[in-house]
Structure formats: structure tokens, C-alpha cells
């Protein structure tokens, strides 16, 4: 396994207007490890994933990823090679879930049955029954759309994976049993994971490295453990307390 980052941001800042939404920021993620953007609200998490897509472009400092500098000329090689979930999974209602999940590399022009086995070795790893391919995303349950992104991510087999809040809006028995499975998938194939969530059972469930953002800076990261045993400041400890702590009585 190699020791070098698969993603890196060095003295990254992102603005919009006049508010600063990230930065600055020095940050490095592990390759074939899962790395978990902890934070509250507005903290700077989705802006993070948005600059490692190339979505959108810092005002200051260089973002790498996969060994290649994130530029307009390397955008569109880049998504080919990194997989994007987003809540609710952003499927395009016109299209059947294997349309969905086909599209680039129908686009591309992969020989058909290429896909077809792909599609039916990723319905099997997102635990998709074969059946629901055919169907719309309005006739598919909120946790049954969320398999469908999953595999259109995968479909391309990327080096690495992205997801921006992709359990938050299920509720708890659909997102319990997706965490089940996304860690199994992560497990299986062993790639390089960012995972953007406020959650911190989601946080504990998943990430190899935690990254606690305050304010579009890196507050504290490692492991959970390290910062639950170890807060760097009040707001870490507050912030860990929070979601573990009994609320408190009348």
C-alpha cells in the first residue's frame, strides 16, 4: 500500500462573496482508507468533497488528487475516475435505475455486455435486487435510490469514492441497514472513501481517519477514539459531547 496521500489540499481557501466557506486548510487523505468530514452545519465539509471533484475551484492554494494537480484541463479525466454519491442520490427521475447507472459508460461507449455484467456484479454488491433495474427512481424507496447511486458511482470502477451526506435523509431502519452494507462494499473493494456527515455514530461506524471541521478549519483528526480520548479544545469536546451525551432532564 502506497504512503502517499491519494488526495491532498495544501493552504486551500474557498470563498463565496465575502464569506469564507473553507480555509485556509491543509489536509491529507489516506489512500485505500476511509476518512469521515465531521462537523456541524455550514462547517466547510461539502466544499471540501466539492474542491476534490473539481466542482468548484479554490480561490487559493492547490488541491491534488490521485497524483494529478486539480485543474479545468484535468476536471473532466478526473470524474472518471472518482466515483460521487450525494443525499438522495441525485438520479435522474427520467431515467430507469440501469439507466442511471449505465449513462457514462454508455457515453463512452463500453461494448454492451460489458456493462450489462457489470451492472449485474454491482447489483449484487449494493445488494439491489435485478427486478428493480427496470423501474424509475420515483417507483424505488429512498434506501433502494440510494444503491442505485452507489453503483452508478462504481460502475466506472474508481479509484476513489465520494459521498456527501448519502444516508441523511432515510430514516433510521433503511440508513442502519445501509451503513451495514456501504461498509461491507468499502471493505470489499478497499478504495480510498470520503465521507462527508454531521453524524457521529455514522462517523464511528465508517472512518479509519475522522476529520472534526469547525468553520471551514480542520479542528482536530484521527481516529475517533484519539479525539473522543484527547479533545484538542472545548468545541471538539463540546461537539463529541453533544451527540453522546443523555439529554438532559426537564
Known sequence: ????????????TKRYGDEVALGPIDLDVPANRTTVLLGPSGCGK?????????????????????????????????????GYVIQ?????????????????????RRPPAEVDARVVEL???????TALLD??????SGGQRQRVALMRALMLDPEMLLLDEPLGALDPMVRAE??????????????TVVLVTHDLREARHFGDLVVLLRDGRVAQQGTLAMLEGAPADGFVRDFLGAQTDPPAGP
Request: proline residues 6%; glycine residues 12%.
Open 123 to 129: 447489483a449484487a454488491l449494493a445488494r439491489l435486487p
Open 88 to 108: 438522495e442520490g441525485g438520479l435522474f427521475p427520467h431515467l430507469t435505475a440501469r439507466g442511471n447507472v449505465t449513462l457514462l459508460a454508455r457515453w463512452l
Open 46 to 82: 461539502s466544499t471540501l468533497l466539492r474542491l476534490l471533484n473539481g466542482l468548484i475551484a479554490p480561490d487559493a492554494g492547490a488541491v491534488r488528487v490521485l497524483g494529478a494537480a486539480v485543474t479545468p484541463a484535468s476536471v473532466e479525466g478526473l470524474r472518471r475516475r472518482v
Open 178 to 191: 445501509l451503513q451495514r452494507d456501504l461498509r461491507g462494499v468499502f471493505r470489499a473493494l478497499g478504495k
Open 135 to 140: 423501474r424509475h427512481p420515483g417507483e424505488l
Open 1 to 12: 500500500m502506497s504512503d502517499l496521500p491519494a488526495a491532498s489540499l495544501a493552504g486551500v
